[in-house]
C-alpha cells in the first residue's frame, strides 16, 4: 500500500522559532520519489523541494531544511527562525513508479502552519 | 509569476448556470491534471490528460466535463453543479518523459462556490 501520513493536523509558534514538520510515507517499491508543497491561503500549492528515494542527503534553502531517512521511511521538513509569510498548509507527497505510471501523487492530509507575531 | 495560470480565480453559480474554468501553463509540459480540493478533505485527482489524452478518470461525476484542446490548455466544464461541489479546483502540470517522479506545478486554484 501507498500512503503519506502528516500525524500533525495544526502546529502553532511564535515567530523565530524552529518548527520540524513530520511525514511518513509507505511504500514496497525501491524507486520513489518525495514531495513537499505549501499552501498559503491564497490556495496555490508551491512546490518546496522533490527528493528521490536513491538521495538520502539532507538539503538546505535558506531557512528550509529536509532531513531524509529511509531507516524510518521519513521526509521531515525544518523551519528555523520562523517568520509570519511561512504561515500556511503544508503537504508531503509521494510518487512511486507505479503511481507515476498513472500520473499521480499520494497526498499527506497536511499540517497547518501557524506561526504568531 | 506561476508558470500555471487559472480563470476565473473565484466564481459562483447557481445549481442550473452552465461555466467553465480554465487552465493554461507556459512551461512546455505535455500532462495537466485537474484536482478538487474541498474543505477539511484530502486533495482528489479528478482528471489527468497526457499529450491531450485523457489518461485518468477517478469517478467525476458527468456534471464536471474536462476539455484538452491542446497539451496548453485545459477547461473544466461545469453543468447542474451541486452545493457539495463548492471546492477549490486546482490545475497542474508536468513534464511527462521517460523519467518518472516529475514534479508537478500547480496554479493558484479557481475558488467555486455553488449557491
Known amino acids: 500500500a501507498q500512503k503519506v501520513t502528516q500525524a500533525q493536523t495544526e502546529i502553532s509558534v511564535v515567530e523565530k522559532e524552529d518548527v520540524t514538520l513530520d511525514c511518513v510515507y509507505e511504500?514496497?517499491?525501491?524507486?520513489?520519489?518525495l514531495f513537499w508543497y505549501k499552501q498559503p491561503p491564497s490556495g496555490e500549492l508551491v512546490f518546496l523541494i522533490r527528493?528521490?528515494?536513491?538521495d538520502e542527503q539532507n538539503e538546505i534553502s535558506g531557512r528550509y531544511s529536509w532531513n531524509f531517512q529511509k531507516s524510518t521511511s521519513s521526509f521531515n521538513f525544518t523551519i528555523t527562525a520562523s517568520q509570519v509569510v511561512d504561515s500556511a498548509v503544508y503537504f508531503c507527497?509521494?510518487?512511486?513508479?507505479?503511481?507515476?505510471?498513472?500520473?499521480?501523487?499520494?497526498w499527506g492530509a497536511g499540517t497547518k502552519l501557524i506561526i504568531k507575531p | 509569476e506561476t508558470g500555471v495560470t487559472q480563470t476565473p480565480r473565484h466564481l459562483v453559480m447557481g445549481m442550473t448556470n452552465k461555466k467553465s474554468l480554465k487552465c493554461e501553463q507556459h512551461?512546455?509540459?505535455?500532462?495537466m491534471y485537474w484536482y478538487k480540493q474541498s474543505a477539511k478533505k484530502p486533495l482528489e485527482l479528478m482528471f489527468v490528460?497526457?499529450?491531450?489524452?485523457?489518461?485518468e478518470n477517478n469517478s467525476v461525476p458527468s456534471r464536471f466535463s474536462p476539455e484538452c484542446p491542446n497539451s496548453s490548455h485545459l477547461f473544466l466544464h461545469l453543468h447542474t453543479l451541486q452545493p457539495e461541489d463548492s471546492a477549490l479546483y486546482l490545475c497542474?502540470?508536468?513534464?511527462?518523459?521517460?523519467?518518472?517522479?516529475?514534479?508537478?506545478?500547480f496554479g493558484e486554484g479557481s475558488w467555486l462556490t455553488v449557491v
Open positions: 497542474a502540470s508536468t513534464y511527462r518523459g521517460q523519467t518518472s517522479g516529475n514534479t508537478i506545478y
Open positions: 512551461l512546455g509540459h505535455n500532462a
Open positions: 490528460y497526457n499529450f491531450k489524452e485523457q489518461t
Open positions: 511504500t514496497r517499491d525501491t524507486t520513489y520519489y
Open positions: 527528493r528521490n528515494s536513491f
Open positions: 507527497a509521494l510518487s512511486t513508479r507505479y503511481m507515476d505510471s498513472n500520473y499521480q501523487l499520494i
